[in-house]
């Protein structure tokens, strides 16, 4: 049975967006170029044909991964929760007692995890420590780095 795929309001609307793009966009024209690649000839030796062959596998694969995707998607809604615990899509403002900073993170699926815009994925050591912890718990996580202790000062849903 496939796993259901939990995702924020702006991920899912950006993969169907993505999945909009390939079917009325890319996969149109690759079709063409085939087309017209077939129209030089000899399709033994033709690099044109070859490449836009294997342009339409990539396209038709993606298709099928983001179908599946968003077959499995649901959208978490935070709007009616009282920002009082960290959950999936919840924007959390850490300090971390061994560097002596103050960290912001949002909390995503894994496709939408980007360290360097603060977005980790639910199922990273930090993200999973996170979550189900409240205002002031202070949370101990293990990293690659050695064992990291964050004390929760702000939780937002956004």
């Not at 909009?20 to 077939?38: F, G, M, S, T, W």
């Not at 070859?50 to 342009?55: I, T």
């Not at 995503?108 to 990273?124: N, R």
């Amino acid at each position: 049975m496939s796993q259901s795929v939990p995702l924020t309001k702006e991920s899912y609307e950006a993969l169907q967006e993505d999945l909009r793009r390939l079917i009325k966009e890319e996969r149109p024209k690759v079709i063409q170029d085939i087309a017209e690649a077939r129209a030089h000839g000899d399709l033994s030796e033709n690099a044109e044909y070859d490449a836009a062959k294997n342009r339409q596998g990539f396209i038709e694969g993606r298709i099928l991964e983001l179908s599946d995707k968003l077959a499995r998607a649901y959208v978490v809604d935070l709007s009616n929760l009282k920002p009082d615990k960290v959950v999936f899509g919840a924007t959390v403002t850490v300090y971390d007692t061994s560097t002596d900073e103050e960290i912001t993170y949002k909390i995503v699926g894994e496709d939408e995890a980007d360290i360097k815009l603060g977005k980790i994925s639910c199922t990273s050591p930090v993200g999973k420590a996170l979550i189900g912890h409240k205002l002031d718990d202070t949370v101990k996580v293990s990293v690659p780095s050695g064992l990291k202790e964050y004390e929760i000062l702000e939780i937002r849903y956004e």
